[in-house]
């Protein structure tokens, strides 16, 4: 079978992450793209003399010829991003050919328009390390994001009229489906390419990820000014956390009660798993583990009237859980290598022995708030290291979940003692047994370190878990 198309466009527009797209099309087997092949003042890249031995000045001269060159000698598919100021020459070749492929990429404008403010200020238009970030605001101008927006739209019409008019159709991709692999995988697919990614590139870093209201100087004067255009959406909070799926094989059942229990990792897990056995009066081995979605829709028709929940853990005491566990121990079940490269890349100072006297509550204190900056980074997709379960918001966790179910009962972990009994009597537990406290992390106490600064960091990177849950200040 023939394949569908010769080469491909990504028509996009500054900092609506075609970068970042760029770099994942690239590292499919089969797919090349040249950058800005057509950018007035450069052709691919800024320092880039030619695209396949084509000049800048040959390009001006005879656009067609490089659009021949990439379709015909490029290893595999080959295309290139397309703004609307780009040499108009070429845009009605490309949207006249059938056999180029069109991906649209587009993005709330405001935020891109913020982005772009930020980005001349700064100088910085591209972010690898994120220890390198500059850092300013934008000044919100109302008559020039009225003519930016004016153009942006004005280019989508065009590509949307020019499409229906040929009988063609697009790829489209929001900023915010970068993030998502399956996106990714399934754009290659259209575009006839038969390799996948099992990872997305890790070498660009979000630059902005603070909500609006961080990012504009004149934050109010830009909410009277667009006042009429609530589909921007201002007080939206980015969410760059990456889905994982249900994560159906870690839920765990009683073993003969209709009880279902869906963890959220560094939640009491323990002191829940040993409840949850205690009820039918067996011990750990007894319970129901390691299910699939298929085998837990079994046990679900097979268990009417069953009842399941999580358990939420306020956001502060469950990231010092996380560090204690999982970064500063050592042996099974600890992140050395996360542990590593957060020494070595994010200036956390840890002892080789957590033990080490001279490793006191001072010195843990310091180790864990930096810890909480380097969470709120790798929230925000601005780290190299993956986002895990163990730290990852607690909303996230329950949004993933909900692609196979949603837990009937959301239990605070200072709620337990009266919540989960009370649904052990919803499956016919007259008389259901008392949980137990949590055991306390170590070398050091929540409590032993506490401060305001603590809490300030945690809520600067667990937003959402503490506007969504209501999460007041932990108290020691």
């Not at 001269?61 to 070429?90: C, M, N, S, Y």
């Not at 300030?456 to 503490?466: E, F, G, S, V």
């Amino acid at each position: 079978m023939a394949a569908q198309f010769d080469y491909f466009v990504v028509f996009a527009e500054m900092r609506t992450g075609s970068n970042f797209l760029e770099a994942n099309l690239n590292q499919f087997d089969g797919l090349t793209c040249h950058g800005e092949a057509f950018n007035p003042g450069f052709i691919g890249y800024p320092n880039s003399k030619d695209i396949l031995d084509v000049t800048l000045a040959q390009r001006d001269r005879d656009p067609g010829h490089l659009i021949e060159v990439i379709r015909d000698q490029t290893k595999g598919i080959g295309g290139f991003r397309f703004f609307h100021d780009h040499h108009p020459g070429a845009l009605d070749l490309i949207l006249n050919d059938p056999r180029c492929a069109k991906i649209i990429l587009t993005r709330n404008p405001v935020e891109s328009y913020t982005s772009w403010k930020i980005a001349k200020a700064t100088g910085q238009w591209k972010l690898t390390n994120v220890e390198k970030r500059k850092d300013s605001r934008a000044w919100f101008d109302a008559e020039e994001f009225k003519g930016y927006l004016t153009r942006l739209q004005a280019f989508q019409i065009r590509l949307l009229k020019a499409l229906q008019t040929t009988g063609q159709t697009a790829f489209y991709v929001a900023y915010e489906d970068l993030q998502d692999i399956a996106v990714m995988n399934g754009l290659a697919a259209w575009l006839g390419v038969a390799d996948r990614l099992e990872g997305l590139d890790k070498k660009l870093k979000r630059q902005n990820p603070e909500p609006l209201a961080d990012k504009v100087t004149n934050f109010p004067e830009m909410e009277d000014a667009l006042a009429s255009l609530d589909r921007f959406n201002l007080t939206r909070t980015p969410n760059f956390e990456p889905r994982r799926g249900p994560q159906v094989p870690r839920y765990v059942a009683a073993p003969d009660s209709a009880l279902l229990y869906m963890p959220i990792r560094s939640g009491p897990e323990e002191v829940v798993l040993d409840w949850l056995a205690s009820l039918d009066g067996a011990g750990r081995n007894a319970l129901q583990t390691r299910f699939s979605q298929n085998s837990l829709r079994k046990w679900m028709k097979a268990k009417p009237g069953h009842r399941s929940f999580a358990v939420i853990r306020h956001p502060l005491l469950r990231a010092h859980a996380a560090f204690c566990a999982k970064i500063l121990a050592r042996g099974p079940g600890s992140f050395a290598k996360i542990r590593q490269a957060l020494q070595r890349a994010h200036g956390l100072d840890l002892p080789d022995d957590p033990s080490d006297p001279r490793y006191d509550a001072n010195a843990h204190r310091t180790a864990f708030a930096a810890f909480l900056s380097f969470i709120k980074a790798n929230l925000n997709g601005q780290t190299a290291i993956r986002v895990d379960a163990h730290w990852a918001s607690q909303v996230q966790c329950l949004q993933d979940m909900s692609g196979f179910t949603l837990p009937d009962m959301i239990v605070r972990e200072d709620e337990m003692a009266v919540y989960l009994p009370a649904m052990a009597m919803q499956v016919g537990h007259d008389a259901p047994p008392d949980t137990q406290s949590s055991a306390p992390d170590t070398p050091y106490r929540l409590q032993e370190i506490y401060n305001a600064e603590l809490e300030a960091l945690a809520r600067d990177a667990y937003h959402r878990d503490y506007l969504i849950f209501g999460f007041r200040d932990w108290t020691p």
